[in-house]
């Protein structure tokens, strides 16, 4: 079965978004609560980054789904600010991950994230196709995820925040 890893921002695939909220229904043309649960982000940087909620008000909906129900493409909008600290030295920073995402789920287990504002991913150490990091983008962004796991950051008009850097 199909589904997003969660840092959030998102954990195993550490985009930050987070989790439909329980009981919650649509009628806002399938649009429904999502919140991001407090997650930490290992194997990113040379240490833990640990995210804490400040304000989360995401919404998700999903367009397609495969033939099992599980999401081949989702939309995720809404404000999403997050605390992320250094775990070892007690550094930490907020930033605003507010925006606008949308995630094409590949039958091979591969995905493709399109961003139009703000994002929080983390690309483990380890990886082939970007620096390994914690990153805060702000901007028109691509987020690739090879079915082998290699991960791929296309920053096309956007600012890029090492915060394995800013929090050293």
């Not at 991950?97 to 789920?105: L, M």
């Not at 990886?127 to 914690?134: D, L, M, Q, S």
Request: glycine share 12%.
């Amino acid at each position: 079965m199909r589904r997003l890893s969660t840092i959030a921002a998102v954990a195993g695939i550490t985009v930050v978004l987070g989790a439909p909220v329980a009981g919650a229904t649509g009628g806002n043309d399938g649009w429904v609560p999502y919140r991001t649960q407090p997650f930490d982000a290992v194997g990113r940087c040379s240490f833990t980054v640990h995210a804490d909620i400040v304000q989360d008000e995401e919404e998700v909906r999903t367009d397609a789904t495969f033939p099992d129900g599980s999401p081949r493409i989702q939309e995720f909008r809404g404000p999403l600010v997050i605390r992320l600290t250094n775990t070892a030295n007690g550094k930490s920073a907020v930033r605003d991950v507010s925006g606008y995402g949308r995630v094409v789920n590949m039958q091979n287990g591969g995905a493709i994230w399109y961003f139009g504002q703000g994002v929080a991913i983390g690309i483990p150490i380890g990886n082939k196709a970007y620096p390994a990091g914690y990153y805060v983008v702000h901007g028109r962004s691509w987020y690739t995820i090879r079915p082998d796991g290699t991960r791929d950051i296309k920053d096309r008009h956007a600012d890029v925040e090492n915060m394995c850097r800013t929090l050293a």
